[in-house]
């Protein structure tokens, strides 16, 4: 299963989980494995906390202290950092599937890491049974 | 299969190789895809070397010169630093099986990430059949 | 399925697509998951931009500014960097398999994280219906 995301500034995190969810529901898989892909090499799939949006602010605040935008790099799209922070973050992400939802923790959602936005991006939902 | 592991530290690499060992073994499986994951936001799940334990404390010394607890953060929770460190290392760890065994490196281990705590935590192990 | 593949410098980035590729069709899987494994502590498997190989190699910069290798380290045989950038890319990546081939997004290649070479290196691939 497949869906876009619309990513409105150049750094974001956006919290996909609902639509994960949805994925989960349309598959009729009750107990096994979701993983969400991202076919992009500038943005990434991380799961963190859902609850306070200031967790995925610090997040990307300490990414781009840790990988300044300004570099120095040899790849000349001004984008390098946000090709870094994708491998750091990784391009997908791995759920269980219990009693056909997600199983997911308390505090738990999943996040499309935007890099170098703002963008149209697509994520892949892919289930398998256990 | 879920299992519980008590903490004792604030930040530690707790050795999981020998429960997750386990689970496959309980399973039944004996080719596919064994993932443990880590339900909880201040704490993740990786595989390096479980020989010398020299080797999780340096990474948890190096997560902390790269992300120090001071911040600056917004979320007002002391424990910004661990969200961070939590998707750096990921949330879960995929790893083979063959033969009805975790088909691990010789050096590999199976670790819990702890960087908030000391606290009881809870891991699951899924299994998927090639 | 598992292959070799020889790393000639301390540092690279190998590009395995085709070798994954490989692996997918043989196994005769048409959708599901293909799971890349990399059995070692001191080389990962990691996602990204295949097209402009200057990628790479600011990954592998950037990765150096962030995790000297001078340290310091408590892991005695000079490698203890590697281990943290192994953690910090993972041990192992998840592609969807569409139609019997890796879905991969039209800028994305599979690499071999190498950052203790020159060695040889095994990967793993294996591959769960859907």
């Given at each position: 299963m497949r869906f876009q995301v619309h990513t409105?500034?150049?750094e974001a995190f956006v919290d996909i989980t609902a639509q994960v969810a949805e994925?989960?529901?349309?598959?009729?898989?009750?107990?096994?494995l979701a993983v969400v892909s991202c076919p992009?090499?500038?943005a990434g799939v991380t799961v963190?906390?859902?609850?306070?949006?200031a967790v995925a602010a610090d997040i990307i605040a300490a990414l781009g202290?840790?990988?300044?935008?300004?570099?120095?790099?040899r790849?000349?799209?001004?984008?390098?950092?946000?090709?870094?922070?994708?491998?750091?973050?990784?391009c997908s992400v791995t759920v269980p599937v219990e009693g056909g939802a997600?199983?997911?923790g308390t505090w738990q959602g999943v996040f499309l890491c935007e890099?170098?936005?703002?963008r149209q991006r697509s994520l892949t939902v892919t289930l398998t049974p256990r």
């Open positions: 409105r500034q150049r994925a989960v529901s349309a598959s009729g898989v009750t107990d096994g992009h090499t500038t963190n906390e859902a609850a306070d949006p202290r840790l990988v300044p935008r300004s570099g120095p790099w790849h000349a799209e001004g984008n390098a950092d946000a090709h870094v922070k994708a491998s750091l973050m990784g997600l199983a997911l890099f170098d936005g703002p």
